[in-house]
């Protein structure tokens, strides 16, 4: 058996039957094609936190109790002229049309709110019709801030704009119902609109929204530019045009199935699933460059190029196959992960890197065979470039090996200081694009209302009166009292912010006919069973703040002996649930470092193979780590994803290498000629590799998106930390090991 | 608890988008008015003031009817005041042998089953009796409708039986 585990029997397979799996790769191809047009990419955050733990299950239950808050949409008017009854009448019509949106079940705005009315039954609107004068209107909107704590938090305290809430339709807001809402709300904002009013909107449908439209644009621009520059370096490395084609081929035709495969499988891309892409991209990128070297290598060396075909299958695709194997593994250890979100990741690595496999060995030399039919030449020479650092890399790992080795040592242990001090971060505003409006907007609602992001506490009240006992509605004064001394005085509202109008004398049931049951429900269930205390923050308040409001309301709780109080709230979701994924990733692929090192030995069946491998799949990792721990960037979502890919590339790099390695140490070849061999054999294709990979990544560093343009800069530092520990650390631990290795690259069924 | 505001309101949107969408012009035959109901096709919007005892104050719906199988038609309707929303959707058909029209109708609110329009000289008089299944009460609903060039008018008036208590509003519906 191979160090492949005889998958890399496909690719002879290919080779034998070719129409039969030609006819295969077409069908496929074709079924994937016409998936194209299916291709969505779902924004709904939700889906990557469902079951992942307590903090989801206590939002999932406080929306099934009071409704779903995640898809709220802010809309912040602001006028010179506010105070003009002509302006508040406008604006009036506008929350009419707002609640007549097919897409709104409720909305929330001065216009909105009524209070009992005087001497009789029954409830006016808090805000009159009928105001005449701008004193008169100041008056009642001063009087609205002073008196009602929900209006405190829409109504700026200059009076020159407040803040309305829309309610979305939750069944009618997915998929693209959302985009669809946004869209009408932005063709009211512009008709009311004028030179006197101005209206934006903002909110997490809007963020998703950005968040999407950045990150579509973002893969599709970045994708097109990277394959671009992709091919140019293959071009500029293989210095021939269709040497380059060919090598572009296969990652074009890996990522067409990858997206065919999960849209048939999952229906929809997610955040995390749309990384797999670029990981298959990456991957297969790699992996047609070290088979398009060997092939040329082999050709150019006076092998018949359909000869060479089949050689280049035996000698690099068990090792592409173990590279396969090592990285679904690392992906299959993220599936043990809580959380949807994280196991269609898991399940969309593993089905991608397969994919990526069967590319390898099936397409990629049907389209070679086809090129040498069509005539194609291999270039004399590959590009000097590729070659130059080679023979420094003999050189020094030469002359320097038990430097260099103890060095690396040294260093891979340093960076275990970095590696645990490292602490998960998340802030949903480094996912928005730069330069977003909807970022900006809720700056400015930061600013003028002190924000409206949400944070609840849920309590269970013990009698059940749908209009609350005397008892109850005095644990909701306390808990209203407890989340108010966390977060400043009158950025609460609950069932006991209508203080004001029991002060006038009516009673509870009055009042909360008078709010509606819209509102009402948003304070006590129906049925008298629990009661909500809602808190607003500002909406750029980061995790870290977040959880330290939370950690203190609940100690409050718990002094006060309120039983059953869950603090919750989708920001809480995010910040708690986000880091527990980064941490399970992280983990996860330490776990799966270590797996994968396990089958490198079993593989090579040498631990002592295993053992040198640790610190070439190590050393980039780590090494980005310590990037993240001197920039302050902290482990985040995407940062975790580019270290994945980071031990994905490192692994690749190190098992092309080490097959190299033990076929020329099974050729007879001593120590340092064996490594020199396949630092020859196998140098040029890794450094090419890295340069195309690098060349390709480049560009998006300059993505919009923070988050993006951060992933950007890791994966282009792991490639060069991994390339280092593959052409300078692993030869020189080789050679530095001296009689420890002798016995290795034993492989007998490798042959050079 | 009573809730004869809320079922007043409630119940508004009901009838008031049934009788926009009975409207339909009366010196017609039963064949033309079935056809008459295509012209119906569209989006509309109507605003009008919430009368009360001591108070009044604004209520806006919006309607939009599309076409169905034969010769009936979809609607779909909200109605709007401060604070509260309300919404009614289905199907609406003229029936020849009985010579009116019937629009079956589920709504956000308690309200559901089959409204029915008949024809006076120029104008469509609507009448419903319903009675509020929680708190007993007993409403009559009437209603007159005049259809002229593009507009819509609806005179509409809610009496709850048991407090006497009136509430009635005019909205004009355009497209």
């Known amino acids: 058996m191979s160090i492949g585990f005889g998958f890399e029997r496909l690719g002879i397979f290919t080779l034998k039957y070719p129409i039969a799996v030609a006819i295969v790769v077409f069908a496929f191809s074709a079924l994937c094609v016409s998936m194209l047009p299916k291709v969505t990419m779902d924004g709904d955050v939700l889906r990557i936190y469902k079951n992942s733990g307590e903090e989801f299950n206590r939002y999932d239950e406080l929306s099934k109790a009071f409704g779903t808050f995640e898809n709220d949409a802010y809309i912040l008017v602001k006028s010179s002229n506010l105070l003009d009854p002509k302006t508040i009448s406008k604006l009036r019509d506008l929350s009419f049309d707002l609640e007549l949106s097919s897409y709104a079940v409720g909305t929330l705005s001065p216009f909105s709110l009524r209070r009992p009315a005087k001497g009789e039954d029954g409830s006016v609107p808090a805000v009159p019709e009928d105001m005449q004068s701008k004193e008169e209107v100041a008056k009642i909107l001063t009087s609205l801030r002073l008196s009602d704590e929900i209006m405190r938090n829409l109504i700026s305290e200059d009076l020159s704009g407040f803040v309305m809430i829309l309610f979305p339709n939750k069944e009618l807001t997915t998929g693209s119902g959302e985009a669809e809402m946004l869209d009408e709300l932005r063709a009211l904002a512009l008709e009311y609109s004028s030179d006197e009013i101005e209206i934006k909107i903002t909110g997490p449908p809007v963020w998703k929204s950005e968040m999407l439209a950045a990150s579509i644009n973002d893969q599709m621009t970045f994708s097109i530019i990277g394959f671009f520059v992709g091919a140019l370096v293959a071009l500029f490395c293989l210095r021939s045009f269709w040497g380059a084609v060919l090598a572009t081929l296969t990652p074009f035709i890996s990522v067409l199935w990858v997206i065919g495969s999960v849209t048939m499988l999952f229906g929809s891309f997610t955040f995390l699933t749309n990384v797999v892409v670029t990981l298959v991209l990456v991957i297969a990128f790699a992996e047609s460059m070290y088979f398009c070297f060997t092939w040329l290598r082999l050709w150019r060396e006076g092998m018949e190029p359909n000869k060479a075909i089949i050689e280049t299958i035996i000698r690099v695709t068990p090792a592409a196959a173990l590279t396969s194997i090592t990285t679904m593994v690392a992906f299959l250890s993220l599936a043990i992960t809580q959380g949807q979100g994280i196991r269609e990741f898991a399940f969309s690595g593993v089905i991608a890197v397969a994919v990526a496999f069967i590319t390898l060995i099936t397409f990629l030399p049907l389209a070679l065979k086809i090129s040498i039919k069509l005539g194609f030449k291999p270039p004399k020479k590959v590009n000097i470039a590729v070659e130059a650092p080679i023979p420094i890399a003999k050189f020094l790992t030469k002359k320097y090996a038990t430097i260099i080795s103890v060095l690396s040592l040294i260093v891979m242990l340093g960076l275990l200081y970095p590696h645990f001090s490292l602490k998960a971060n998340f802030d949903f505003k480094d996912y928005l694009p730069k330069k977003s409006q909807a970022l900006d907007t809720a700056k400015e609602i930061d600013a003028g209302v002190g924000g409206v992001a949400p944070i609840y506490i849920k309590i269970p009240l013990k009698d059940g009166v749908s209009s609350v006992t005397d008892g109850d509605f005095l644990t909701i004064q306390n808990v209203h009292k407890i989340l108010e001394d966390n977060i400043g005085q009158g950025k609460v509202i609950s069932a006991a912010s209508f203080s004001s109008y029991s002060e006038l004398g009516f009673s509870r049931e009055r009042i909360f006919k008078a709010v509606g049951p819209f509102l009402k429900r948003r304070f006590v269930t129906d049925d008298g069973e629990q009661a909500l205390i809602t808190g607003f923050l500002p909406t750029l308040t980061s995790s870290n703040d977040l959880k330290i409001i939370v950690e203190n309301t609940n100690n409050a709780l718990a002094k006060a002996n309120i039983e059953g109080a869950q603090v919750s709230g989708f920001n809480v979701l995010m910040a708690y649930a986000s880091t527990d994924i980064i941490y399970s990733l992280r983990n996860g692929l330490m776990i799966a470092v270590l797996v994968n090192i396990l089958i490198i030995g079993i593989a090579f069946r040498s631990w002592r193979i295993a053992l040198v491998s640790v610190v070439p799949n190590f050393l980039p990792i780590l090494g980005t780590e310590l990037y993240l721990y001197a920039s302050g960037s902290g482990l985040q979502l995407t940062t975790v994803i580019a270290l994945t890919i980071a031990f994905g590339i490192a692994v690749d790099d190190t098992i092309h290498f080490l097959s190299a390695y033990t076929r020329a140490k099974n050729d007879g070849l001593n120590q340092a000629e064996a490594v020199s061999k396949a630092l020859e054999n196998v140098g040029p294709a890794l450094i090419a590799t890295t340069l195309i990979l690098c060349a390709g990544v480049f560009v998006i560093i300059f993505s919009s998106l923070p988050q993006i343009a951060l992933f950007g800069t890791l994966t282009i530092l792991t490639f060069i930390l991994a390339l280092l520990g593959d052409i300078l650390i692993l030869p020189a631990l080789l050679i530095a090991g001296g009689r420890f290795f002798k016995f290795s690259g034993d492989t007998k069924n490798e042959k050079n | ?175």
Not at chain 2, 33 to 53: D, Q, T, V
Not at chain 2, 114 to 130: H, N, T, Y
Not at chain 2, 138 to 163: A, H, M, P, Q, Y
């Open chain 2, 1 to 175: 608890m009573r809730k004869t505001k809320l079922f007043s309101i409630t119940i508004l949107p009901v009838m008031i988008i049934s009788s926009a969408l009975i409207s339909i012009s009366p010196a017609i035959s039963a064949p033309e008015n079935a056809e008459l109901l295509n012209s119906y096709i569209g989006e509309w919007k109507g605003s009008g003031k919430l009368n009360r005892a001591n108070n009044t104050e604004t209520i806006r719906c919006k309607l939009s009817v599309t076409p169905a199988k034969g010769s009936k038609i979809n609607y779909k309707g909200k109605c709007a005041v401060a604070g509260a929303n309300f919404s009614i959707a289905g199907t609406m058909a003229y029936f020849k042998e009985k010579k009116r029209y019937e629009a079956v109708m589920s709504s956000s609110t308690s309200f559901s089953g089959v409204a029915i329009g008949e024809r006076q000289k120029d104008s469509i008089d609507f009448q419903l009796k319903d009675r509020n299944s929680e708190t007993g009460d007993r409403f009559e609903i009437k209603s007159n409708i005049e259809l002229s060039e593009e507009v819509i008018g609806i005179d509409f008036s809610v009496v709850n039986l048991t407090t006497k208590k009136v509430i009635s509003t005019i909205i004009p519906f355009s497209k």
